[in-house]
């Protein structure tokens, strides 16, 4: 199993600055990626994102919002830039591990911005 | 494209009864992975039970259970003997595998349990 960490849990920003969520994974993970959720609602993949390398984002996300780095098997970072009141939302850290590809995630960022 | 479908937005079920979530989904893939998750109050993301394509046997984790209708591209999760801590918003997931594929999310069911 993996056990994924993420600094902060929350936080409230102000418009135009910058936020970056840390995540931690305890054991090797062969892929990791960053989900936005909003309250009650499902999952919005943003990135995967590849060790030594340029995340993949998704439609509708870039990476100069969301820069994304991932230098080892266990860590990574997202950074929300410049941020507005509509980035408020959960930011979720993910990675898939084992032979059996489970799925683990982290405990989520929540973010207000003001 | 795969997509995965959760039709009932919220369920409620009695402490001690059994209740069934709903979930389709629409793949032209052979081997694939289907997931539940639940996600409580508190936020963390768990796996509740997982089931390979190519199982015909149905998975089973304690008081966890689904019913795969392959051909249909139906995935229900069947929660007896429901408690309180059972309460939680149900993700239905689907991930084409193995190789590491990302994962679709149906849109989720928040499960109320009555006391």
């Known amino acids: 199993s993996a056990v994924i960490s993420q600094k902060p849990s929350r936080d409230i920003c102000q418009r135009g600055t910058s936020l970056t969520i840390q995540c931690q994974v305890d054991?090797?993970?062969?892929?990791m990626f960053w989900y936005r959720q909003q309250p009650g609602q499902s999952l919005t993949l943003i990135a995967t994102?590849?060790?030594?390398?340029?995340?993949?984002?998704e439609s509708g996300f870039v990476i100069d919002k969301f820069p994304i780095s991932r230098p080892n098997l266990t860590f990574s970072t997202l950074t929300v830039s410049n941020m507005s009141p509509e980035d408020s939302s959960i930011y979720l850290c993910?990675?898939?591990?084992?032979?059996?590809?489970?799925?683990?995630f982290g405990p989520g960022t929540r973010l207000l911005v003001l | 494209a795969q997509t995965v479908t959760q039709s009932q937005p919220e369920m409620s079920v009695q402490e001690a009864e059994t209740v069934t979530l709903s979930c389709t989904y629409d793949?032209?893939?052979?081997?694939?992975?289907l997931f539940w998750y639940k996600q409580p109050p508190s936020r963390q993301m768990i796996l509740v039970i997982r089931?390979?394509?190519?199982?015909?046997q149905n998975a089973t984790e304690n008081r966890f259970s689904v019913n795969f209708q392959k051909a249909a591209k139906s995935f229900s999760l069947k929660i007896s003997d429901s408690q309180l801590g059972d309460a939680a918003m149900y993700f239905c997931?689907?991930?084409?595998?193995?190789?590491?594929?990302?994962?679709?999310f149906g849109a989720g069911t928040r499960l109320f349990v009555k006391a």
């Open positions: 993910s990675g898939i591990a084992g032979v059996v590809e489970t799925q683990y």
């Open positions: 054991s090797q993970v062969t892929m």
């Open positions: 994102a590849n060790q030594g390398s340029e995340a993949t984002y």
């Open positions: 793949t032209s893939e052979s081997d694939y992975y």
């Open positions: 089931q390979e394509a190519y199982k015909q």
């Open positions: 997931a689907y991930r084409r595998g193995p190789g590491g594929f990302k994962t679709i």
